[in-house]
Nanobody, 119 residues
């Protein structure tokens, strides 16, 4: 069973940076991609970024383009999210998830890591 553990969240002032990590264990297959999502209080979970496992092709939500960078270390089964120029509206619990194939949904959601950005 795949387990994902996120870390790296915290409290930061607007304009600051954080680097999130998502460590995967129990991977018995090569994922198609891994993604980062976030959920702010009272809001729906939303997509942030994703990266394909083999080619490292990235895709971002418009609201993080130019500020966030997703990367991975296949040898360590870890995905990162470098977040720069953080804004108060980035405050949320950030989760990672794995997608087995293009025809399956994201699964094995981690417990999340809290990111709080103060003005």
């Amino acid at each position: 069973q795949v387990q994902l553990v996120e870390s790296g969240g915290g409290l930061v002032q607007a304009g600051g940076s954080l680097r999130l990590s998502c460590a995967a264990s129990g991977l018995t297959f090569k994922p198609n991609r891994m993604g980062w999502f976030r959920q702010a209080p009272g809001k729906e979970r939303e997509f942030v970024a994703r990266i394909t496992w083999s080619g490292g092709i990235t895709f971002y939500a418009d609201f993080v383009k130019g500020r966030f960078t997703i990367s991975k270390d296949n040898a360590k089964n870890t995905v990162f999210l470098q977040m720069n120029n953080l804004k108060p509206e980035d405050t949320a619990v950030y989760h990672c998830a794995v997608r087995r194939t293009l025809t399956t949904d994201y699964e094995s959601w981690g417990q999340g890591t809290q990111v709080t950005v103060t003005a």
